[in-house]
Protein backbone atom coordinates (compact mmCIF):
# COMPACT_ATOMS: atom_id res chain seq x y z
CA UNK A 1 0.00 0.00 0.00
CA UNK A 2 1.21 3.50 -0.47
CA UNK A 3 2.56 5.70 2.45
CA UNK A 4 -0.47 7.47 3.00
CA UNK A 5 -0.47 9.43 6.55
CA UNK A 6 -3.84 9.68 8.22
CA UNK A 7 -3.30 12.95 10.29
CA UNK A 8 -6.70 13.94 11.58
CA UNK A 9 -7.27 15.14 15.10
CA UNK A 10 -10.13 13.57 17.74
CA UNK A 11 -11.97 16.37 17.22
CA UNK A 12 -11.91 16.44 13.23
CA UNK A 13 -12.28 12.93 13.89
CA UNK A 14 -15.99 13.11 15.54
CA UNK A 15 -16.97 15.73 12.78
CA UNK A 16 -15.58 12.66 10.04
CA UNK A 17 -17.79 10.02 12.21
CA UNK A 18 -21.17 12.69 11.61
CA UNK A 19 -20.42 13.00 8.03
CA UNK A 20 -19.97 9.08 7.63
CA UNK A 21 -23.02 8.46 9.76
CA UNK A 22 -25.12 10.74 7.81
CA UNK A 23 -23.73 10.45 4.31
CA UNK A 24 -23.72 14.42 3.82
CA UNK A 25 -24.43 16.75 6.01
CA UNK A 26 -24.64 20.84 6.07
CA UNK A 27 -22.88 22.59 8.90
CA UNK A 28 -26.46 22.86 11.01
CA UNK A 29 -27.06 18.94 10.40
CA UNK A 30 -23.20 18.16 11.74
CA UNK A 31 -23.46 20.35 14.65
CA UNK A 32 -26.91 18.83 15.36
CA UNK A 33 -25.19 15.67 15.45
CA UNK A 34 -22.22 16.75 18.06
CA UNK A 35 -22.32 15.65 21.83
CA UNK A 36 -23.34 18.74 23.80
CA UNK A 37 -20.90 17.63 26.57
CA UNK A 38 -17.90 18.74 24.34
CA UNK A 39 -19.95 22.35 24.45
CA UNK A 40 -18.33 23.32 20.69
CA UNK A 41 -19.54 26.45 18.87
CA UNK A 42 -20.75 26.28 15.45
CA UNK A 43 -17.68 28.21 14.33
CA UNK A 44 -15.59 25.25 16.19
CA UNK A 45 -17.51 23.19 13.84
CA UNK A 46 -17.10 25.58 10.81
CA UNK A 47 -13.07 25.37 11.60
CA UNK A 48 -12.99 21.61 11.74
CA UNK A 49 -15.09 21.39 8.61
CA UNK A 50 -12.64 23.92 6.57
CA UNK A 51 -9.44 22.06 7.92
CA UNK A 52 -11.28 18.06 6.70
CA UNK A 53 -11.72 20.16 3.66
CA UNK A 54 -8.07 20.92 3.22
CA UNK A 55 -7.02 17.67 3.98
CA UNK A 56 -9.26 15.98 1.14
CA UNK A 57 -11.02 14.06 3.60
CA UNK A 58 -14.30 16.02 2.89
CA UNK A 59 -15.73 17.58 -0.62
CA UNK A 60 -18.10 20.69 -0.43
CA UNK A 61 -21.10 21.35 -2.75
CA UNK A 62 -22.82 25.02 -2.90
CA UNK A 63 -26.35 24.25 -2.38
CA UNK A 64 -28.01 27.95 -2.34
CA UNK A 65 -26.56 29.59 0.51
CA UNK A 66 -25.14 26.81 2.80
CA UNK A 67 -22.47 23.65 1.35
CA UNK A 68 -22.88 19.79 1.75
CA UNK A 69 -20.01 17.98 3.05
CA UNK A 70 -19.31 14.65 1.57
CA UNK A 71 -16.64 12.17 2.59
CA UNK A 72 -13.73 11.73 0.43
CA UNK A 73 -12.69 8.64 2.10
CA UNK A 74 -14.79 5.42 3.28
CA UNK A 75 -14.71 5.10 7.01
CA UNK A 76 -13.39 1.71 6.91
CA UNK A 77 -10.11 3.23 4.81
CA UNK A 78 -9.56 5.82 7.78
CA UNK A 79 -9.86 3.01 10.26
CA UNK A 80 -7.32 1.10 8.33
CA UNK A 81 -4.78 3.85 7.89
CA UNK A 82 -5.46 4.34 11.28
CA UNK A 83 -4.52 1.20 12.34
CA UNK A 84 -1.14 1.55 10.32
CA UNK A 85 -0.06 3.94 11.55
CA UNK A 86 -0.39 2.85 14.94
CA UNK A 87 1.36 -0.74 13.96
CA UNK A 88 4.13 2.08 12.50
CA UNK A 89 5.14 3.91 15.62
CA UNK A 90 5.38 0.87 17.79
CA UNK A 91 8.43 -1.48 17.55
CA UNK A 92 7.75 -4.94 15.76
CA UNK A 93 8.44 -6.90 18.62
CA UNK A 94 5.74 -5.15 20.39
CA UNK A 95 3.49 -5.08 17.83
CA UNK A 96 1.20 -8.07 19.48
CA UNK A 97 0.75 -6.42 22.88
CA UNK A 98 -1.42 -3.36 21.24
CA UNK A 99 -3.47 -6.38 19.56
CA UNK A 100 -3.77 -8.38 22.41
CA UNK A 101 -4.79 -5.20 24.15
CA UNK A 102 -7.19 -4.05 21.77
CA UNK A 103 -9.18 -7.69 21.61
CA UNK A 104 -9.36 -8.00 25.19
CA UNK A 105 -11.08 -4.36 25.13
CA UNK A 106 -12.95 -4.97 22.42
CA UNK A 107 -16.66 -6.44 22.97
CA UNK A 108 -16.91 -8.76 20.52
CA UNK A 109 -19.79 -11.00 19.10
CA UNK A 110 -19.15 -15.01 18.10
CA UNK A 111 -18.83 -13.69 14.71
CA UNK A 112 -15.83 -11.00 15.12
CA UNK A 113 -14.21 -13.98 16.91
CA UNK A 114 -14.39 -16.63 14.45
CA UNK A 115 -13.18 -13.88 11.98
CA UNK A 116 -10.19 -13.03 13.81
CA UNK A 117 -9.28 -16.89 13.69
CA UNK A 118 -10.09 -17.05 10.52
CA UNK A 119 -7.96 -14.33 10.17
CA UNK A 120 -4.95 -15.43 12.51
CA UNK A 121 -5.35 -19.55 10.85
CA UNK A 122 -4.85 -17.76 7.70
CA UNK A 123 -1.97 -15.47 8.60
CA UNK A 124 1.63 -15.63 7.55
CA UNK A 125 4.10 -17.10 10.30
CA UNK A 126 7.74 -15.20 10.53
CA UNK A 127 10.00 -17.33 12.16
CA UNK A 128 11.15 -14.55 14.25
CA UNK A 129 11.13 -10.76 15.16
CA UNK A 130 13.82 -8.16 15.25
CA UNK A 131 13.58 -4.77 16.86
CA UNK A 132 13.22 -2.34 14.01
CA UNK A 133 12.54 1.16 16.17
CA UNK A 134 16.40 1.94 14.39
CA UNK A 135 14.92 1.82 11.23
CA UNK A 136 11.75 3.84 11.64
CA UNK A 137 13.12 6.52 14.31
CA UNK A 138 16.63 6.79 14.29
CA UNK A 139 16.91 5.72 17.71
CA UNK A 140 16.23 2.74 19.71
CA UNK A 141 15.35 2.65 23.82
CA UNK A 142 14.30 -0.81 23.64
CA UNK A 143 16.04 -3.63 26.05
CA UNK A 144 13.90 -6.44 24.76
CA UNK A 145 16.79 -7.66 22.29
CA UNK A 146 19.72 -7.68 24.89
CA UNK A 147 20.67 -10.73 26.54
CA UNK A 148 21.87 -10.32 30.08
CA UNK A 149 24.45 -12.02 31.35
Not at 85 to 93: I, W
Not at 101 to 129: F, G, N, P, R
Request: proline share 1%.
Amino acid sequence: MNEVEFNVSNAELIVMRVIWSLGEARVDEIYAQIPQNLEWSLATVKTLLGRLVKKEMLSTQKEGRKFIYKPLMAECTAINLMAEGLLEKVCATKQVNILQEMIEKSMLTAQDIELLKTTLDTKEVVAEKHCNCLEKLGACACKHEQMIA
